[in-house]
């Protein structure tokens, strides 16, 4: 990491702020921010005093740990509403290396990989517990029958060999006074709905939290349809709860289209998207299907409608909403193809046009930092929150958490902070 970017990331900006704080011009600071060329020590000097700002006003209002953390999402939502992450787990090393490129980790923050080979003390004291926790198949057995047998029940047979077991003990150890946890919405249905039934009756009977769930399309803030569902809770001892319905959303059949998140193609966006646009400003010729390709997706979409299923491209034009961006988007890219017009090839979505479609960039914003291939970053944005939701969901929270940090400090003075 650049001198330039460290200072930037110190002093909570992006790029495009950094270049202003700094007086420079915005391609300046990105040659800076990738060590092209050495920043002028005056500019240095102008982050150094940002940083020391953004230190003294950035007293956080709660502290959270950030679980599966994949490239950040969840984090960005909290970050915004005051919150201050003391802990981030994630396993992967090429979303670890996105995620430290665009965040700051203020004293004390720490940052381990693997959860399933912490140990609890390596865990801060926190707040509130985010985590995007990955569902592997788990169901209900019978209590009784353990029980004649002597053996553990509950979530630590229930849930024993997932994820959401090590979850649940980080929630069982630490006793965070507000959780959110997030999955895809086919979570609710799997294993004929009893995989949620062990989160909820974990959740509520054996940890003690009051939950609220809902299932939100994103496509309410971006043009990508993406359901997802978030599980709020807060603990018992405090007697109150978080209502996700009452969480107001925008219109999603009025919202967004994927125009918005195209490249201008114009040359105006060469700046900071120079791997992903030719000299002139177009989108790069490698993010077009080849004929082989091409002509591959289109018999095999023919094939399965013959057949009466649904099985195909999703070929998406500029006033559409796409289909859900998956993980596997690096292969063909063939659930969002952009239709470039009669008799030419589609594309798929550039990495840059990605972290617009989940919010991480706004429309013609390009601050997002990519420090891996376009492989890796399809897959860590298939495989993330879409920010304006979490956004939202954080929002909407943010009166329940400081209630639940004041009522704490009042029911715990003595372990209160």
Same mark, same amino acid.
């Given at each position: 990491m650049t001198?330039?970017?460290?200072?930037?990331? $110190?002093?909570g900006?992006?790029v495009q702020?950094?270049?202003t704080?700094s007086?420079?011009?915005l391609?300046?600071?990105?040659?800076?921010?990738?060590?092209?060329?050495?920043?002028?020590p005056?500019?240095?000097? $102008? #982050?150094?005093d940002?940083?020391?700002?953004?230190?003294?006003?950035?007293?956080?209002?709660?502290?959270?740990?950030d679980?599966?953390?994949?490239?950040g999402?969840l984090?960005?939502?909290?970050?915004?509403?005051?919150?201050r992450?003391?802990?981030?787990s994630e396993w992967?090393r090429f979303?670890?290396?996105?995620?430290?490129?665009?965040?700051?980790?203020?004293p004390?923050h720490?940052?381990?990989g693997d959860?399933?080979?912490?140990?609890?003390?390596?865990?801060?004291?926190?707040d509130v517990?985010?985590?995007?926790?990955p569902?592997?198949?788990?169901s209900i057995?019978?209590?009784?029958k353990?029980?004649?047998?002597?053996?553990?029940h509950?979530?630590?047979c229930?849930a024993?060999g997932?994820?959401?077991?090590?979850?649940?003990?980080?929630i069982?150890?630490?006793?965070?006074k507000?959780?959110?946890?997030e999955?895809?919405k086919n979570?609710?249905?799997?294993?004929?709905?009893?995989?949620?039934?062990?989160?909820r009756?974990?959740?509520e009977n054996e940890l003690g939290y009051?939950?609220s769930?809902?299932?939100?399309?994103a496509?309410?803030?971006?043009?990508q349809?993406?359901?997802?569902i978030?599980?709020a809770g807060?603990?018992?001892d405090?007697?109150?709860?978080?209502?996700?319905?009452r969480?107001?959303?925008?219109?999603?059949t009025?919202?967004?289209?994927?125009?918005?998140i195209l490249?201008?193609?114009d040359?105006?966006?060469?700046a900071?998207?120079d791997?992903?646009?030719?000299a002139d400003?177009a989108?790069?010729?490698r993010?077009?299907?080849?004929d082989? #390709?091409w002509?591959?997706?289109q018999?095999?979409?023919a094939?399965?409608?013959?057949?009466?299923?649904?099985?195909?491209?999703g070929l998406?034009?500029?006033?559409d909403v796409?289909r859900?961006?998956?993980?596997?988007?690096?292969?063909?890219?063939s659930e969002i193809?952009?239709?470039?017009?009669?008799?030419?090839?589609p594309?798929?979505?550039?990495?840059?046009?990605?972290?617009? #479609?989940?919010?991480f960039?706004?429309?013609g914003?390009s601050?997002?930092?990519?420090?891996v291939?376009?492989?890796?970053?399809y897959?860590?944005?298939?495989?993330?929150?879409?920010?304006?939701?979490?956004?939202?969901? $954080?929002r909407?929270?943010l009166? $329940?958490?400081?209630r639940?940090?004041r009522d704490?400090?009042a029911?715990?003075?003595?372990?209160?902070e």
């Open positions: 001198d330039f970017s460290t200072l930037r990331q $110190a002093a900006l992006t702020q950094a270049a704080v007086g420079c011009a391609s300046t600071a990105y040659r800076w921010e990738n060590g092209e060329v050495e920043p002028r005056d500019a240095l000097d $102008a #982050l150094r940002a940083a020391k700002v953004y230190a003294a006003a950035n007293d956080a209002a709660f502290r959270f740990a679980l599966f953390a994949g490239i999402g984090r960005r939502g909290f970050d915004g509403i005051g919150g992450c003391v802990f981030t992967d979303a670890q290396a996105t995620y430290r490129a665009n965040f700051r980790d203020g004390g720490v940052f381990k959860i399933t080979k912490v140990e609890m003390s390596e865990i801060p004291a926190h517990l985010l985590a995007g926790f569902c592997q198949p788990f057995a019978g209590v009784s353990k029980n004649s047998l002597g053996r553990l509950g979530f630590r229930d024993q997932t994820l959401f077991f090590d979850v649940a003990q980080i069982e150890h630490h006793r965070p507000v959780i959110l946890l999955n895809v979570l609710l249905s799997h294993d004929g709905g009893r995989t949620f039934a062990v989160i009756n974990t959740l009051r939950i769930t809902r299932v939100i399309d496509r309410c803030f971006v043009p349809h993406r359901e997802r978030f599980i807060v603990r018992g405090l007697g109150f709860g978080i209502d996700l319905d969480l107001d959303l925008p219109d999603g009025a919202g967004p289209r994927l125009g918005s490249h201008g193609e040359g105006s966006e060469l900071g998207n791997v992903f646009l030719d400003g989108v790069s010729s993010y077009v299907l080849s082989k #390709l002509q591959y997706l018999d095999y979409a094939k399965h409608r013959a057949k009466g299923n649904g099985f195909g491209f998406t034009g500029a006033d796409a859900t961006l998956s993980a596997r988007y690096h292969k063909d890219g193809l952009v239709d470039r017009g009669p008799g030419l090839n594309r798929r979505l550039t990495p840059r046009e990605c972290a617009r #479609l989940m919010g960039d706004k429309p914003q601050d997002f930092l990519m420090p291939s376009d492989t890796q970053a897959r860590q944005f298939g495989n993330s929150v879409v920010v304006p939701v979490v956004e939202a969901v $954080a909407h929270m009166p $329940a958490i400081l639940a940090v704490d400090q029911i715990h003075p003595i372990a209160a």
